[in-house]
């Protein structure tokens, strides 16, 4: 079954404004993370947040977690049209070895 | 030098057919992985192997059998094809089972007409 969530599934912004996903997931996890798909490519790492952990910033991203409402969000500030992409959160589950679970992804477009 | 990387990029074929994708990482990583995107980009994990051994087999058909000849080679292999099995398939590797990021390859869009 899906384990994450995220919400919007789409987002259209004007450059230079800040996009806001979340997702959501049901059970405890290790750790949670995001990732970007271009249109046609794989996909590609952006940042590591783990349980114990409220938040993470990396360049222009910030993560947020919240373990009691079992949820997090990804900022991203300025944005720019090579920001144009799909964003996936995936949750590994506590004692969950190497299981990582992938939401259905928000898709970004980021007009000049 | 591409990470990981995936072959054949692209694959159409025939109901009914039996065929392979492979993939290759030189990360020196333990763990691979298969993974499948349906056409909603919804991603689903299939296998995992660590070491050669496989770690994660989900509720996959046994027509999908992956083989690892060694750890920095994931095959998969699919038999007698259906019209369900259309999507991209994306091998990926981690050095940390699990607990750290995977590294993606580029995906092999399978095509079953």
């Known amino acids: 079954s899906q384990q994450g969530e995220e919400d919007p599934q789409a987002l259209s912004i004007q450059e230079g404004e800040n996009a806001t996903m979340n997702c959501s997931y049901k059970?405890?996890?290790?750790?949670l993370q995001w990732y970007r798909q271009n249109s046609g490519r794989g996909l590609v790492h952006l940042i590591l947040?783990?349980?114990?952990?409220r938040e993470k910033h990396s360049g222009r991203l910030r993560v947020t977690l919240d373990t009691s409402k079992k949820s997090s969000s990804l900022l991203i500030t300025a944005s720019r049209a090579a920001d144009t992409a799909s964003y996936f959160c995936?949750?590994?589950?506590?004692?969950?070895?190497?299981?990582?679970?992938f939401g259905a992804g928000t898709q970004v477009v980021v007009t000049p | 030098d591409t990470a990981v990387s995936q072959t054949p990029k692209y694959l159409v074929t025939q109901m009914g057919n039996d065929k392979s994708i492979k993939c290759e990482q030189n990360?020196?990583?333990?763990?691979m992985y298969w993974y499948k995107q349906d056409s909603k980009k919804f991603l689903k994990i299939m296998f995992s192997y660590n070491n050669k051994e496989l770690i994660i087999n989900e509720t996959v058909p046994n027509r999908f059998s992956p083989k690892s000849p060694d750890k920095a080679h994931l095959n998969l292999h699919i038999n007698s094809l259906e019209l369900g099995d259309s999507a991209v398939y994306f091998c990926?590797?981690?050095?940390?089972?699990?607990?750290?990021?995977?590294?993606f390859g580029e995906g092999s869009r399978l095509t079953v007409l």
């Open positions: 995936a949750t590994l589950q506590t004692d969950s070895w190497g299981k990582l679970q």
């Open positions: 947040i783990r349980s114990n952990e």
């Open positions: 059970t405890s996890i290790n750790n």
């Open positions: 990360l020196g990583h333990d763990t």
């Open positions: 990926a590797s981690s050095p940390q089972g699990g607990a750290g990021e995977l590294f």
